[in-house]
């Protein structure tokens, strides 16, 4: 029952150091998704992946860049860390796309010093 | 103009009261839209769809004004457990910044 998980929960970087936060998700769906969230300002899309093999920019693409690994997997990619990228990050996949229920995963709390 | 615009509130209100809400959206041509709930540190979960003809699920009532460009979220009733904050979303996954909601005893 496991649906969508991200990894790590938390994670805390220096300026300029890089790394991966990990999505995978267990219910077949076709399309995946990241956002960031920051106080007040909602979830912001990030990247989206359609479908296996196809990625695509959100809203706020500068800084990340992403991978959809198979069908199961979303990773994204901070390359060199920026306070700015301090945010909750969120995975989601959904069925069919826009038009279908998005299912998230808990969350990576990243702080950037 | 952003894309889909919510008061963010906070509103406060007093348990069994009724609440509402408005999202504006700006592309017209938008087709899907959601109601999402999201408690404190936790990630957004579905409430409800909004279909072209309103919709009711218990105490929710989830309306579209295509005319107008906004959609509604109507609590009735109010729980201390509808404290939450409640995010809609338009067509493409694109998120309001939400509503938080207060409801007290």
């Known amino acids: 029952n496991a649906g969508v998980t991200q990894t790590p929960k938390f994670q805390v970087l220096k300026t300029g150091q890089s790394m991966t936060l990990q999505c995978a998700q267990d219910m077949n769906h076709n399309s995946m998704y990241w956002y960031r969230q920051d106080p007040g300002m909602g979830l912001r899309l990030i990247y989206y992946?359609?479908?296996?093999?196809?990625?695509d920019k959100g809203e706020v693409p500068n800084g990340y860049n992403v991978s959809r690994l198979n069908k199961r997997e979303f990773s994204l990619r901070l390359e060199s860390a920026a306070p700015s990228q301090t945010s909750v990050y969120f995975c989601?996949?959904?069925?069919?796309?826009?038009?279908?229920?998005?299912?998230f995963g808990q969350g990576t709390r990243l702080t950037v010093v | 103009r952003k894309e889909v615009e919510q008061d963010p509130g906070p509103f406060n209100v007093p348990e069994g009261a009724t609440v509402a809400f408005n999202c504006t959206y700006s592309?017209?041509?938008?087709?899907?839209f959601f109601w999402y709930r999201q408690d404190c540190r936790k990630e957004p979960k579905l409430l409800m769809s909004v279909y072209s003809s309103g919709n009711e699920d218990g105490r929710f009532t989830a309306q579209l004004n295509r005319a107008s460009q906004y959609i509604s979220l109507l609590i009735r009733d109010s729980k201390l457990s509808d404290s939450a904050t409640y995010l809609c979303v338009v067509n493409d996954m694109r998120f309001g910044a939400g509503t938080r909601l207060t409801v007290k005893p």
């Open positions: 592309n017209s041509a938008s087709q899907s």
């Open positions: 989601a996949s959904s069925d069919r796309g826009y038009n279908t229920e998005a299912f």
């Open positions: 992946s359609a479908s296996e093999g196809t990625t």
